[in-house]
């Protein structure tokens, strides 16, 4: 008798084992890790606008108030994304662009924004130039 007994626990032992090794690796690939990338990413999209209109870093700032100082536009449409990606301290792909009171997308410098080549505005690219 003890010999079934004995074959009972290690079964136990061994579904239980079995049950948390599978409540990890959901925990670990599943909504959990997913909800901090969104986290991080919405982190990140707060602090993009505060960053182009802070006082902190004068090279990278180019919203004064309500208006775009056009020269400091230009100075950062002609650094490389990965520059500008750095200089403002963002790890997540962005696009930086403008839009009208009504909604509708400004050029800036006859391109759609300056950023990321994947983002995409109604079929045109964040770089692609706009007409």
Partial sequence: MKKGQTFSTDAVVAVV???????????LSGPA??????EKLQSEAEKLPA?????QNLTSVFIQGSKVDEQKLREAMNLSYENLKSLLG????????????NGNI????GKVGVG?????FSGKG??????
Avoid: G, H, W
């Fill in 116 to 120: 990321s080549r994947l983002a995409n």
């Fill in 126 to 131: 964040c770089n692609d130039t706009i007409q």
């Fill in 51 to 55: 960053t182009l209109s802070s006082q």
């Fill in 90 to 101: 963002v790890e997540s792909d962005f696009c930086i662009y403008l839009e009208d009171e």
């Fill in 106 to 109: 400004v050029p800036m410098e």
């Fill in 33 to 38: 890790t997913k909800n901090k990338q969104s």
């Fill in 17 to 27: 084992m079995f049950i948390i090794a599978v409540i990890m690796l959901y925990y």
